[in-house]
């Protein structure tokens, strides 16, 4: 499926714990694009092979998996077969079990024939780790966003931690190792796009990385 999309489309690609998604949300509600989350993406099919006890290691079963889900956006919220399971998926198990499912070529392929589907629809802001590299060549303003690793495990924490059991040793160990497959996986691993602005948010709240990225996509759009 070629990657041509004809609206809009803002990427920001990063690793777990910087934040791409609520800054993605509040771009996108600036801008009046929608906001499309990736990672939910990858935790709906992690969660439906949990739901049918589903072993990772077993390729065509995950595969089968996610080749059943339906995507939609409303309202800025990923509707996985026209249900907003926002919620359940941001379950600490499903999280962890995310990058597991992705790792899987044929799954990616699945998931990324949505995101451009999605993107034929409306203008969108999306994250991920491979949005600006993989799935939108071509899109109109692409971002990296990141942030050392202790401040990204403490931004998780704070936000999970407390409901999920885990704790900040937990959590920093796991990101750490995520982030270890994701940047040396064979298929779209974690990197910035050539033409990516690198933005470092270790020092800057949701508000400043949202203005920063706002100020840069208008500049875009105005050429």
Known sequence: MTAAVSSPVITIDGPAGTGKSTVALRLAERLGFQFLNTGAMYRAVAMRCLEKGISFEDEESVVA???????????HRLQVDGQDLSEQLTAH?????????????????????????IARRQPIVTEGRDQGTVVFPDA???????ASSEVRARRRFEEVGATSGAS???ILREQQERD??????????????????????SDLDVEQVVDVLARMVQESLKN
């Open 65 to 75: 998996a996610a080749r059943e889900l339906r995507f939609c956006i409303r309202e």
């Open 93 to 117: 198990s499903v999280g962890r079990s995310a990058s597991l499912v992705a790792a899987y070529p044929r799954v990616r392929e699945i998931l990324v024939e949505h995101q451009r589907d």
């Open 140 to 146: 109109s303003r692409k971002f990296f966003l990141t």
């Open 168 to 170: 900040y040793e937990d």
């Open 180 to 201: 270890l497959r994701d940047s040396t996986r064979s298929v779209a691993p974690l990197k910035p796009a050539e033409d990516a602005e690198i933005v470092d948010s």
